[in-house]
């Protein structure tokens, strides 16, 4: 998996998750219903306007910082892993979207009690999948 | 004295709308909305994943699982428009069933795909 993969996939599933979710809340708004996803307290803590907003910035500033940097003769183009500090914005939607949906299926409560252990596997399982993954295309190596 | 007496027991308002009917179905049985969301959700996954498995040897699960998860919550958002019919907690599983499976067909994707 390439950098323009991963950076790729990651702007995707949060652009897509704050679509569904601002999608249903705008039905709500619009067609004054009776149920309300927007009452819910877990979805509103700083996932709709906030992250927009932070995947917003993050793009832009990641694009001037494209637009600003130079390559002089003979560089080495990958030696640092800047791409990933310009959007970092966007795995920390991830991580908060993710873990919204944790507290609404299983409750909030700290720890691991209850069955919020597997989603706990789960996103464990994941972050060690995106560390790697990183690992393997700033080096450029295998991880298996 | 009165030619015809009704039954005492609490009858529809069959006038007021189809909508009753089913509100007072979810009202007695609490389980009725979300048995039928989840009824809509394996329908188009088991339908569309075996269907795909049959024509074409392989079965693409992270994408059945995502167009049925949408397919899902586009039923379950009209039904927010009539108090009794959905609450909030079934509400906000659909949305987050909808995110997770598309978090794993972005993760599933190999280069060049999605």
Known sequence: ???????????????????????????ADENDVAIDIADDIRVTDSILESEIDSVRLQTNSSGQAFSDSTIESGDETSTTGGVFK????TFTSVGKILTMGKNVIF??????????IALTALGTFM???????????WAGKSPD | MAIYSPPLIDTLNASAGLDNALV??????????????????????IGGYIKEKRRLGGADMPMWCT????????????LTLTVGLIDLTTLSIVIVVTVMSGVWLFFSRNRNEV
């Open chain 1, 1 to 27: 998996m390439g950098q323009i993969q991963l950076i790729g996939s990651f702007f995707m599933i949060a652009i897509f998750a704050i679509a569904i979710i601002s999608y249903t809340s705008n039905f």
């Open chain 1, 86 to 89: 310009a959007l970092s914005g």
């Open chain 1, 107 to 116: 409750g909030d409560e700290q720890g691991i009690s209850g069955p919020g």
């Open chain 1, 127 to 137: 972050a060690t999948l995106i560390i790697l993954y990183t690992w393997k295309t």
């Open chain 2, 24 to 45: 007072s179905i979810a009202g007695s049985v609490p389980a009725f909305t979300p048995m039928l969301l989840i009824f809509v959700w394996l329908t188009i996954m």
């Open chain 2, 67 to 78: 167009i049925a998860s949408v397919g899902t919550m586009l039923v379950a958002l009209p």
